[in-house]
């Protein structure tokens, strides 16, 4: 079953912060985010072990509430290359496969 | 450092004509993966392979087939294309070990069928 992403989209300044979340309906092992740049293939981020860790790149972040079933990335001080579509993939072991969210467009404004 | 190689980058068909989109990783990875991408729709999965010899449907496999050519190349068959299968393909292999799946994709391959 697909995640459900929110927001579908976002538009911020240079500088701004912003939440996108994640959040499944089955017990999940581990949550991927992902960046695909227009044109381009999906990037890995990071991910979230069942454990409930928060981990973090550079500015960007994000937290596993495991009893929510819900993920958060956190893009603080937005700069202009985190423009992209924001994708979560969702991981019950034993599926042995990723299912995408349907992604948050994010656009950063000079 | 070539990683997820797939071909071609774009394919225009007509209804029922066949093709095979090819995706080969230098990796050394033991899992491959094939999504179609649609607007509003993020990544499906089409059909994976967990291992060399083996291959698995995902959520939207119809009018697809593939084949585990060896460890390094997974292929994506489409028999008799339809219109609904104009999208965008994405080729993904899994690091080995990792236990978690994460995944390297390949550029991409945009089919219009029309």
């Known amino acids: 079953q697909q995640p459900v992403q929110s927001p579908q989209a976002v538009i911020l300044r240079e500088g701004e912060d912003a939440v996108i979340n994640c959040s499944s309906s089955?017990?999940?092992?581990?949550v991927h985010w992902y960046r695909q740049k227009h044109g381009e293939a999906p990037v890995f981020l990071m991910i979230?072990?069942?454990?409930?860790e928060q981990k973090g790149h550079d500015k960007i972040s994000a937290s596993f509430n495991e009893k929510k079933q819900q993920s958060s990335l956190y893009l603080t001080a937005s700069q202009l290359s985190y423009s992209g579509t924001y994708f979560c993939g969702t991981d019950r072991r034993s599926a042995r496969q990723l299912t995408f969210g349907s992604g948050t467009q994010l656009t950063v404004l000079p | 450092n070539a990683g997820v190689t797939q071909t071609p980058k774009f394919q225009v068909l007509k209804t029922g004509q066949s093709m095979t989109l090819q995706c080969a990783q230098d990796m050394n990875h033991n899992s491959m993966y094939w999504y179609r991408q649609d607007p509003g729709m993020g990544l499906r999965l089409i059909y994976y392979s967990a291992s060399e010899g083996t291959t698995d449907k995902g959520e939207v496999p119809n009018g697809y087939n593939v084949s585990r050519l060896n460890k390094r190349e997974f292929s994506l068959r489409l028999e008799s294309a339809a219109p609904s299968q104009t999208s965008v393909y994405f080729c993904?292999?899994?690091?080995?070990?990792?236990?978690?799946?994460?995944?390297?994709f390949g550029a991409g391959s945009r089919l219009t069928v029309l």
């Open positions: 089955k017990a999940l092992y581990s």
């Open positions: 993904a292999s899994t690091t080995p070990g990792s236990g978690a799946n994460v995944l390297t």
């Open positions: 979230l072990l069942k454990g409930g």
